[in-house]
């Protein structure tokens, strides 16, 4: 298994600010994600989090509002700008060993937008 | 793209009894992830599951994948108190064999 840690657990941002959300693992490994739950809902993938490039993102999200970063292979930040309401959601981090492996999630970091 | 549906949307059983959750695929299944949120939390590894026919179980809680590997189910027997919370089938994307496309959840409570 992966030990993940997340900071902050928990944050209240007003409107049109930013917040960097970061992801520890306790090991390297090969992938990490980034997944948004909206209140009561199952959970979307915002992007992969590659290491030494560009984020690849899923349709509907976009490198302006979500940008990510992953300097090497334990590390990965998550950065929600000009937060709006609909920006109110639990983010996660998940991490992938290797392809075919089992996947484990951080905390999540519960996120309310005012 | 590949769409999960699980069933039931929730659940009330008393403690001890069984209970199953179902996991249906549009498509076929590569892979199959079964976890737990406890609510407002993160997710907690349960089981992974990649053969058709394949079954594995962990402490009361037990996976299955259908032959055709389109329809998991998870069992879990004489429920207790600290099986509460929200289970989530992911389906294992064919393409990058790593993203998660997750069904809808099931929320279980256990009454005393």
């Known amino acids: 298994s992966a030990v993940i840690s997340q900071k902050p657990s928990r944050d209240i941002c007003q409107r049109g600010t930013s917040l960097t959300i970061q992801c520890q693992v306790d090991s390297q490994v090969t992938m990490m994600f980034w997944y948004r739950q909206q209140p009561g809902q199952s959970l979307t993938l915002i992007a992969t989090?590659?290491?030494?490039?560009?984020?690849?993102?899923e349709s509907g999200f976009v490198i302006d509002k979500f940008p990510i970063s992953r300097p090497n292979l334990t590390f990965s930040t998550l950065t929600v700008s000009n937060m709006s309401p609909e920006d109110s959601s639990i983010y996660l981090c998940s991490v992938l060993r290797d392809r075919g492996y089992e996947q484990y999630f951080g905390p999540g970091t519960r996120l309310t937008v005012t | 793209s590949q769409e999960l549906e699980q069933s039931p949307q929730s659940l009330i059983v008393q403690e001890g009894k069984n209970l199953t959750i179902n996991c249906t695929s549009s498509k076929t299944l590569y892979g199959l992830y079964w976890y737990k949120q406890k609510y407002g939390e993160g997710l907690i590894f349960l089981m992974m599951?990649?053969?058709?026919?394949e079954e594995k179980s962990h402490e009361k809680i037990t996976a299955k994948l259908d032959e055709k590997k389109q329809q998991s189910s998870l069992h879990i027997t004489a429920s207790q108190p600290s099986h509460a919370g929200i289970y989530l089938c992911?389906?294992?994307?064919?393409?990058?064999?790593?993203?998660?496309?997750f069904g809808t959840g099931t929320r279980l409570q256990v009454t005393l």
């Open positions: 989090a590659n290491q030494g490039s560009e984020a690849t993102y």
């Open positions: 599951l990649q053969k058709g026919g």
């Open positions: 992911g389906a294992l994307d064919t393409g990058t064999a790593s993203k998660l496309t």
